[in-house]
């Protein structure tokens, strides 16, 4: 089993950033990848970025590119993803999860709990 513990969401101003940490706990070293999806009110979960724990390669959606990167810190089993230039659309509940590449098609096993962001104009 592999515990995702999300962390760093708040209420933030347009144009803040946030940090988000993911800690992973258990078996980790049975999920190659790591991701970030969100789901905003009323709309379908959406992958947000990936990365590989081995080489740190990322892949990050389009909407995120250019402000949203994503990193890892092995030898603390956490992911982060920061934030930058946020954005009202960025609203939304913030999830990481753990699973296999490859990163432009990302397959989450497991979830965390979820953290929400709230972006104001």
């Known amino acids: 089993q592999v515990q995702l513990v999300e962390s760093g969401g708040g209420l933030v101003q347009a144009g803040d950033s946030l940090r988000l940490s993911c800690a992973a706990s258990?078996?980790?070293?049975?999920?190659?990848?790591m991701g970030w999806f969100r789901r905003a009110p009323g709309k379908e979960r959406e992958f947000v970025a990936a990365i590989f724990w081995s080489g740190g390669s990322t892949y990050s959606a389009d909407s995120v590119k250019g402000r949203f990167t994503i990193s890892r810190d092995n030898a603390k089993n956490t992911v982060y993803l920061q934030m930058n230039n946020l954005k009202p659309e960025d609203t939304a509940v913030y999830y990481c999860?753990?699973?296999?590449?490859?990163?432009?098609?990302?397959?989450?096993?497991?979830w965390g709990q979820g953290t929400q962001v709230t972006v104001s104009s």
């Open positions: 999860a753990r699973g296999l590449g490859p990163l432009e098609r990302f397959t989450a096993h497991s």
């Open positions: 258990g078996r980790t070293f049975i999920s190659p990848a």
